[in-house]
């Protein structure tokens, strides 16, 4: 299942490169589909296709949509603001860097990737192991 996404994931990171001139960051996108003019329809449609995919996914192979952690609101708050503040720090997210720009051979783009991955492993060994939060 996950070679599949990956599959996907890559292959419309090709395509949107191909027909559009444009990179697959995420993060880029959906600050242009909300700070840009509404000209930019293939912004909206990117992103519908990402919620939609994975919808689509779960319907057609029949997966439970994952319930809600009980972890406090705050702490996704917290967490999208810190997401928010890293993707503008480090220039991009991990489908820009990750996705892209590996693929073209990027240094920044490898040790912003390394990066988010040892932040995000450590995140979860403080939150699981030091703070005890279910995840």
């Known amino acids: 299942m996950a070679i599949t996404g990956g599959l996907l994931i ?3 990171a090709v395509i949107l490169l191909s027909l559009a001139g444009r990179v697959a960051g995420v993060s880029g996108i959906l600050w242009g ?3 840009e ?4 329809l293939w912004r909206w449609l ?3 296709g990402l919620i939609a995919g994975g919808a689509l996914a779960h319907q057609l192979l029949g997966l ?7 972890l406090p609101t705050s702490w996704a708050v917290i967490a999208g603001l810190l ?21 073209f051979n990027s240094g920044r783009s490898a040790v912003a990737t390394v990066t988010f ?14 703070l005890g939060a279910p995840l």
Request: charged content about 5%.
């Open 46 to 48: 990117f992103l519908f």
């Open 64 to 70: 439970p949509i994952p319930s809600p952690q009980s």
């Open 10 to 12: 890559g292959a419309a």
């Open 117 to 130: 991955m040892a932040s995000g492993i450590a995140t979860v060994f403080v939150l699981r192991h030091v």
């Open 83 to 103: 997401v928010g503040l890293g993707t503008k720090l480090g220039n991009g997210c991990t489908s820009g860097h990750g996705v892209c720009g590996i693929g």
């Open 37 to 40: 003019q509404a000209t930019h």
């Open 33 to 35: 589909a909300l700070t």
